[in-house]
Each structure stands twice: as C-alpha cells, then as structure tokens.
C-alpha cells in the first residue's frame, strides 16, 4: 500500500534501505497497530480497533512482499525467520478477531473476550 511506505520511507530513501530493517521496520509497526487495536477493542472501541487492526494486517502484508535474504545476515538470519512466524501467528489471530467484529456491525460487542486476547498475547 501507497502510503504504508510513505509512511515507513518519507524521504524516499526505500531503496536504501537493506530489507531486513524493513522487515523490521514493517514487523514493529504491526506490533504497535495491533497492541493499540487489542486496547480499543478491550475498551468497547470496536470501530477503531478494526481500523487499527487493519493497518497492522497491512504492515504484515508488506512485510512478506519483502525479499530478505539469510545468507551474510548472521545471528539475524534467525530473528527473521522469527519475525515472520510471530507475523503470520498475528495474522491469524487478528483475521479471526476482525471477522468476529465485522460480524458484530463493527459496534455493540466489542468486550475483547475472545480472538482479542489471543491476539494481544501473541504480541
């Protein structure tokens, strides 16, 4: 998406950047939508908890569009092979919570119980 890498590269300096610090890049900023969406949806903010989510959905999308190589990474090599898996578990959690506040009208529920938690403590 546009503006995700706008956002992750305003100056325009993408290509400049080794793919594994924007693996990471995409990585922390997935973390952060999805720990501020889990507390939205805790707190009975079910609309902006799926805005949140998404945006933390997107940033794991980028990030496996990204090419990372392992050889000449190092002890790196593993924190990527890491970070992807953390990712794609994050994904599946928040694809369930989403699909069960869309479910909802995207309003009314909105308790956390359920896919919320599992996805927060994935995080």
Known sequence: MKWL????????????????????????????????AYTADVNSQPDRALKLYATGLEAISEAFKLSVPSSGLGPAADSVAAMRQEMLAWQSAVSD????????GGSGGGSGGGGGGAASRGV
Do not use: C, N
Not at 10 to 35: S, W
């Open 5 to 36: 890498s706008e956002m992750m590269w305003p100056t325009g300096r993408q290509g400049g950047m080794e793919p594994y610090e924007r693996l990471l890049g995409f990585h922390d900023l997935a973390k952060d939508a999805i720990e501020r």
């Open 97 to 104: 919570r989403v699909f069960t506040l869309e479910g909802t």
